[in-house]
Structures are given as C-alpha cells and as structure tokens.
C-alpha cells in the first residue's frame, strides 16, 4: 500500500513504478532517516501531539531496525523510497503506532532532511581526506626544498624552481578546496523539518528542539525554501568539482613527468598497470582515470544545475534527480583522493634529471636580463639584448652558461665574468627570495605557515 494510496481507485503501472521509485539509490539514506525520524517522534511526544508512550515506542523500534539494517539481518526492498520503506517496516513491527509517526511531517521536508545530514557527513568525511592529502603534501615539499627543477608556461620551459615551490602551489589550491567545503557546509547545516509538504504544519511541533537533536546550527526560515531548492547539493558539487579539477591538473603533471621524454618522476608499481600485448610498458593510469573521472562529476553539476534551473515552487519530482548526482560525485571524489594521496605518498623524483632539465631551455634568461638591469639598461631593452643571446646561443647548440666571455660581448660590451655565477639554477631560485617566491627561505616560510594551518585544522 502506498502512503498515498487512498486518493487512487487502481495501481500505478509497473513500469512506471520502477520508473518512479527511488530506492535503489535513495536507500543509503536509512541511517540519517532513521535518526531524524527518531528526534521527530521524541519531540512528538514531548510536544504531547502523539502519546509519550507510542513517541518511545517509535524511537525503541526504529533502533532495533537500525540495528537489523546494520547487521544484514533486515534488507532494504520492495518499497518505493528509503521513507516509505522504514514506515511499512516500523508500522509492521509496532502497528498502528507506527502510523502516527508521520504526524506533522511531509517526505518532502523529510527527504530535505535527510539529504542535508548525508551531505554534512560526507563533507566531513571528504575534509578528513583532504587534510591527510595536505599532510602528504607538506611532508614531501619539506624533502624537496633544494630540489631544483624547471617551470613551465605554455608547457614550455620558463625559469628554474623547486619541486618543493610546484607542490606548495598544489597545496594552496586543496587548502583552498578544504575552506570551500567549511564553508558550504555552513548552508548545509540548516534543519527543514517542520516546513511539511510546503506551507509548514498546524500542529504545535517544537522545531528548535529537533534541530538540537539532529546538531544544526539553525532552522530554516521559509517553508517553501525548505523544500523546494537543492542548492546546498549544487554548492557541494561544485566545491567537488573544483577539488576534481585540482586533482586532474596534478594527474596531467605526473603523466607527462613519468613520461621518458621527461622521467621527472617514477610511479610505483601499485599505482600503475601495464600492457596486454605491449611487455616494456608501465602505464599511469590511476593518474589517468582520476583526470577522466573529473567529467563524471562535472556532468553532475551540470546534471543539477539543469535539473532545478526551470522549477517553479515549490517540490516538484524532477528534484529526486538530486541524490544520484551527489552521490556519484561524492564517491567519485573520495575514491580519487584516497587513490592520488597513495599515488603521490610512492612518487620517486628523479632529483637529477630534473636539475638537469632546469639547467636546459635557457630557464635562465631572465636572469641574465635583471643582470643588465642592475648594469643600469632598462629592462625593456635587457631583454632584447637577451632575445638575441638566446637566438646566437641556440644556433651554437650551448645553453647561457657555457657562452665564452667573448661569446656574450658579441652581444654587449656589459657583460663580465660575474654574469656565470648570476645565471646558475641556484642563484637563480635564490635570488627570488619574496614571500610567495621560490628561494628555500620563502618556500620554507611557506611551508611554516601550512604546519601553522594544519595544526589549527587539527586542533579545531
């Protein structure tokens, strides 16, 4: 029997009953649904709506099929949503009684409710991971303080750096990723019941007392709201995808350093495959299906944005489209960043190599231009002359450093021997010595700076 049954003289269409039912995906609900109906009906009783006596009742019964649900002694089936489900199941056990827990209270407050606990769990569980993905960041950017190496734009080689300078910008960014997920889970934490199927109840519910139960910081304030807007569900995919978007970037990196061409870095054995008819090969491919599962979860976002952008209030069932596109980007999510964070935790980095690179591509020009500048010629003008060393350098096959004297007077009358030790990859990197800038003083301010955070995080 439905819970809406009585308004209809004949069935639904069994196929359009499996269209309509939710169960398959909404059934991971049953542990939030079960503790909000709980701190319903206990308020229920309270309030003297229903008897004290039927409120314990409702409470103790619902227990125990938590306790089934948990142990595999009670399967989640043959209903059509998580709600209707735990209703047959606790009116079953206990009756009548049962019935009257569904006092004051629609599935459409309900299933608000409902989703705003399951996303408030989940963004804990994903800042647990992020927080463990910083750590691993920070522990290896403390390893790697004078590994120098160049930087790119364009994919082409710019100036040398350090690997610890690359990884501390990846850390800003998933820093960044964690304080969008405190702060969306600020929006999410606001309790709907009480708003029922739209235009709240008429019974004297305490909704205070609930929200106190369940851990909100606060009620909503408009029913209609309440029920009719998933945007808490959009803000989270989108944070998601963000944090995806991060990941897949880093992938694309250790992709192409673990390529041979580069061979910046070596990644272990656990995180990669090989080939079914190809013997020499070793292939990334954790890094390369974390960089293509970042389109499952934009397409969710999408998926949403698309779902609500067209509804009028207040619910309307295009809203059940929801929970499988959080879901799905939420485990998406997680899946990746455990994988990256071993992935990343076995990198071996090939110090040598990418020293070697760095010393190539004439990363050093710029160097040499703020050489002249501190001889008193513009800048502008210093990179010409640059322009031009360059262009001579490349048509001898040398990098800067290995120019003769006369090589560079070719050029310009200014240069002298001080300008060999001015364009080393070291001077180089430590010559920037800014806040924000590459040199080991600056990356190991940087990296105090994260520890500070992160035991802030730790101890919050």
């Known amino acids: 029997m439905k819970l809406w049954g009585g308004r209809f003289e004949t069935g639904v269409n069994e196929q359009a009953n499996d269209f309509h ?3 398959a995906f909404d059934k991971r609900l049953y542990k939030q649904d079960i503790k909000g109906s709980m701190a319903h009906a206990e308020m229920l009783g309270k309030q003297g709506i229903i008897p004290k006596e ?8 619902l227990a125990e099929i938590l306790a089934d649900i948990e142990s595999g002694a009670l399967q989640i089936q043959d209903a059509e949503d998580i709600h209707s489900f735990m209703e047959a199941e606790l009116t079953a056990r206990i009756g009548k009684t049962g019935g009257r827990l569904h006092t004051g209270r629609s599935r459409n407050d309900q299933v608000a409710l409902d989703m705003r606990m399951y996303v408030k769990d989940e963004i804990d569980e994903i800042k647990a991971l992020l927080f463990r993905f910083l750590q691993k960041h920070l522990d290896t950017a403390r390893d790697h303080v004078n590994t120098i190496m160049p930087s790119f734009t364009h994919l082409q080689k710019a100036q040398p750096i350090t690997l610890a300078h690359h990884i501390m910008a ?18 999410v934490d606001i309790m709907p019941l009480g708003s029922g199927a739209l235009a709240a109840t008429v019974y004297p519910i305490d909704r205070e007392f609930v929200r106190e139960r369940l851990g909100f910081s606060a009620i909503s304030e408009n029913s209609l709201d309440a029920v009719s807007d998933r945007d808490f569900c959009i803000e989270l995919v989108a944070a998601l995808s963000i944090i995806m978007t991060h990941l897949s970037r880093f992938c694309e990196e250790i992709i192409i350093w673990a390529s041979e061409e580069f061979s910046f870095v ?67 999510t997680k899946i990746c960043l455990a994988v990256f964070t071993g992935m990343f935790e076995e990198l071996k980095f090939n110090k040598e190599r990418m020293y070697t690179s760095a010393c190539g591509g004439y990363t050093n020009a710029t160097d040499a231009a703020d050489w002249l500048v501190k001889k008193g010629v513009t800048f502008r003008e210093a990179h010409e002359i640059i322009g031009k060393l ?14 003769s004297l006369g090589e560079f007077k070719k050029i310009s009358e200014l240069f002298d021997e001080t300008i060999y030790p001015a364009i080393s990859a070291q001077v180089c990197v ?28 730790k101890n919050a």
Do not use: H, W
Not at 171 to 187: A, H, S, T
């Open 430 to 457: 430590n010559a920037r010595n800014i806040a924000g800038g590459p040199a080991e003083s600056a990356v190991n301010a940087a990296i105090a700076n994260a520890e500070k955070y992160l035991e802030g995080l």
């Open 54 to 61: 039927d409120a314990t009742a409702i409470c103790a019964s």
């Open 390 to 403: 360059v262009l001579y350098a490349i048509g001898e096959k040398k990098p800067l450093g290995e120019l």
């Open 266 to 332: 070596t990644v272990s054995d656990a995180y990669s495959t090989g080939s079914s008819i190809m013997p020499q090969k070793k292939n990334p491919d954790m890094a390369e299906l974390i960089r293509g599962k970042t389109g499952r979860v934009y397409g969710n976002l999408m998926g949403l944005l698309t779902m609500m952008k067209s509804l009028p209030l207040a619910y309307n069932k295009d809203m059940q489209e929801d929970k499988e596109a959080v879901f799905n980007a939420i485990d998406t």
């Open 170 to 187: 990846y850390l800003q960014m998933f820093r960044r990723d964690y304080e969008r997920l405190e702060d969306c889970r600020k929006r």
């Open 21 to 23: 039912s939710s169960l």
